[in-house]
């Protein structure tokens, strides 16, 4: 299902779903390059796995395209593109203010355009690649108090789809996972106060279908049957890996 040894980048990649997405590629014997604007924590989950840390802000379109031309220019290709790096703002649309909504945007929508144009501009010239970006179930149902978050992966899953159809003959896949409620740093931040374990089990009984969360393994092994061979026949699709929460 994966060829083995391929040029993966992965942004996000310091924590939660993108650092277990960094393992599983690593564990498939890919070469990754972990991006994130935590430098210690890409570079600890680096030197984990034996891939490569870069630092920096995907919201940074100058970045984002140094960052891939620098990758194609020592590896001669991109095979690979995970955009999973999120931020979150747990509020309404009131209690939004500019500067929240422009960086839930930056960082979710932007950097997620910024890379994949970066990309896709090599990616082209090899007649190969696939990309899977993080939406989110949010993206689809929306979700009281959380409104930048919900509009921001709405905007995810059109530009993925809009993007898969502009490549669908160039030999590139770009599809979406979009999680339900995972085990990450994201679910217990901006809360009036941390979650406890039996906070997270009552939100899993009272919400979830499967009433548990997820590990970001569960969706990092997503991701990477999205990125293979398998899902060769797989483009423009966004994948809910949610245990059951959309099929009600």
Known sequence: MNRAGRTVVITGGAS???AASARVFSNLGDQVFVVDRNADGAAAVAAEIGGRAIAGDVADSA?????????????GSIDVLVNAAGVIHRAGGLGTDDDAWARVMSVNVNGVFFMCRAALSHMVVAQHGAIVNFGSIWGGIGSAG???YCASKGAVHQLTKALALDHATDGIR?????PGEVNTPMLASERDHAPSAADLQDLADATIPMKRLAAPEEIAEVVAF???DGASYMTGSIVPVDAGYTAR
């Not at 970045?63 to 590896?75: G, H, K, L, Q, Y």
């Not at 770009?174 to 979009?178: D, E, L, S, Y």
């Open 16 to 18: 939660g779903m993108g």
């Open 146 to 148: 959380v409104a930048a």
């Open 226 to 228: 999205l990125a293979s």
């Open 63 to 75: 970045f984002c395209a140094s960052t891939i031309d620098a990758v194609a220019a020592e590896f």
């Open 174 to 178: 770009i599809n979406a996972v979009a």
